[in-house]
């Protein structure tokens, strides 16, 4: 399951990868710390760093303060290195390292500049990630990738001063953590929008690639004439600046982009909600109701089975309206949608097709399952209770009437049976339910016309 997991991937390659480079200092295996030979190499407090960061972002989110107390002895050692303190440069020597490593010119007490402005914008970023605040974690991250950049661009130009002492593995590791920091925040913007599945999205994933690869590669056709002009730093330093403007400005227009979406989506999402859901009982409304049972008696059709539909209203309900006022009946009618929506299954469909009308249609039942239904609703609607009309005045009542599809092709002829059924509910005294006995096939009903 963790193999899953990116960050978790991105994370162990960088402890990996830091701790072969520690285990060449201390075996003496020089190209586990520098992978070119006579280029720049991993400082050894680097890869300590290094393995101190991705020990700190693998351990469980329970042991914070281990992984507090990691990032302090890391930010601890880029501080010492950053103010030049000689005892930085002493502790190194404590390391058991073969002489041949330490008597080499080539051998570097200190960690490169770029790399330590790197790992302590990493160091700050996950610090905020700690406490909660990943968009400035996510920020410290961008502005981390800047050396490993930087560096790479400087690697593929032949620009020394670009990588200066940042060697190809700590420009991979850096790259690593960076890719884990940002896995990490993810869900926050500017990231969530660059990453989004939408149209804005997905432009913006093509615009920051050929952003990058477009003056990458224009630099790297160009680049030969400015190292001969004696340029090439400026010209390289202006490749980056334009890879970086175009980064921010992609990133800045992905987010915009993503918060129109976002609002016509939720525009969207209210509109169809407004066509197809009842204001005030959130059940459906009438037209999605009969699109939904039209739906149903197709598939009832398909499937030879039998569909019921109940219609249900409530008893004397102008009463309510004319004792305690309007907003007493809504109130009775939400709750009413409430009782009716947890007494039937999920497979059912509820909606309000009138005043103080409501129907049901109960997909794949028979006469006695609809009958169950119908009873069970009518007991749990007499039980409900209002506060301020059931208990200063009467229990409501509903009487329900119902018909099936069987023997029917359309539902006109359901509806205007289960209105018949309702019709004689009320006229049979109300707070009753009843059920077609022997629903009329439409052949036969012809037949008797
Ligand atoms: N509060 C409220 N009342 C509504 C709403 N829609 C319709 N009504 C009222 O519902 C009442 C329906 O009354 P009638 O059709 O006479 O039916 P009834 O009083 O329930 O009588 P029976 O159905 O014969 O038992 C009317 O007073 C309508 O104004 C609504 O959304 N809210």
Not at 80 to 87: A, C, E, I, P
Not at 211 to 225: D, I, K, N, R
Not at 244 to 259: C, E, G, M, R, Y
Not at 406 to 418: H, M, N, P
Request: hydrophobic fraction near 50%.
């Amino acid at each position: 399951m963790l193999f899953h997991s990116p960050p978790f991937i991105a994370l162990l390659l960088c402890f990996l990868a830091s701790s072969l480079c520690l285990f060449g200092y201390w075996s003496g295996i020089e190209w586990l710390f520098r992978p070119q030979a006579d280029g720049p190499a991993t400082n050894i407090f680097t890869a300590l760093c290094m393995l101190l960061i991705s020990v700190a972002a693998l351990l469980r989110p329970a042991l914070s303060s281990v992984k507090w107390a990691l990032l302090l002895l890391v930010l601890i050692f880029l501080l010492l290195r950053m103010s030049g303190v000689w005892l930085l440069q002493q502790i190194s020597t404590w390391f058991v390292m073969p002489a041949v490593i330490t008597d080499s010119p080539l051998f570097s007490h200190a960690m490169g500049l770029n790399t330590s402005i790197m790992l302590l914008l990493l160091v700050i970023g996950m610090g905020c990630q700690l406490w909660g605040y990943l968009r400035l974690a996510q920020a410290f991250s961008f502005v981390a990738l800047f050396f490993p950049l930087q560096a790479l661009i400087g690697y593929v130009y032949q620009i020394p001063d670009f990588y200066a002492e940042m060697s190809l593995l700590t420009v991979t590791m850096g790259l690593l953590l960076i890719l884990a920091n940002f896995l990490h925040t993810m869900q926050v913007d500017p990231l969530h929008a660059l990453m989004s599945g939408h149209l804005g999205g997905r432009l913006a994933r093509y615009q920051m690639l050929f952003g990058f690869l477009v003056p990458f590669a224009l630099g790297l056709l160009l680049v030969s004439s400015f190292i001969e002009s004696g340029l090439a730093n400026r010209f390289g330093l202006y490749v980056v600046a334009l890879i970086w403007f175009i980064f921010i400005l992609v990133t800045a227009s992905a987010v915009v982009q993503d918060k129109v979406e976002r609002s016509r989506r939720k525009m969207e999402e209210h509109l169809r909600e407004m066509a197809t859901i009842d204001p005030l009982t959130k059940l459906y409304n009438r037209r999605k109701l009969i699109e939904n049972a039209r739906h149903e008696l197709e598939l009832s059709k398909r499937t030879d089975t039998t569909m019921w539909g109940l219609l249900l209203d409530v008893d004397n309900f102008k009463l309510i309206n004319d004792t305690a006022g309007h907003a007493m009946g809504d109130k009775v009618l939400v709750e009413l949608a409430r009782v009716i929506s947890s007494a039937v299954r999920k497979i059912d469909h509820v909606g309000r097709i009138g005043g103080e009308e409501f129907a049901i249609v109960l997909p794949g039942t028979d006469r006695d399952g609809a009958l169950t239904v119908a009873e069970n609703l009518r007991e749990k609607v007499a039980a409900m209770w209002v506060p301020g009309w059931t208990d200063s005045y009467s229990p409501i009542t509903v009487s329900i009437g119902g018909a099936s599809s069987e023997g029917r092709v359309t539902l006109e002829t359901i509806y205007t049976a289960a209105d018949e059924q309702l019709y004689a509910a009320k006229h049979n005294g109300r707070n009753r339910v009843e059920l077609e006995p022997d629903p009329q096939p439409d052949w036969e009903l012809a037949r008797q016309n």
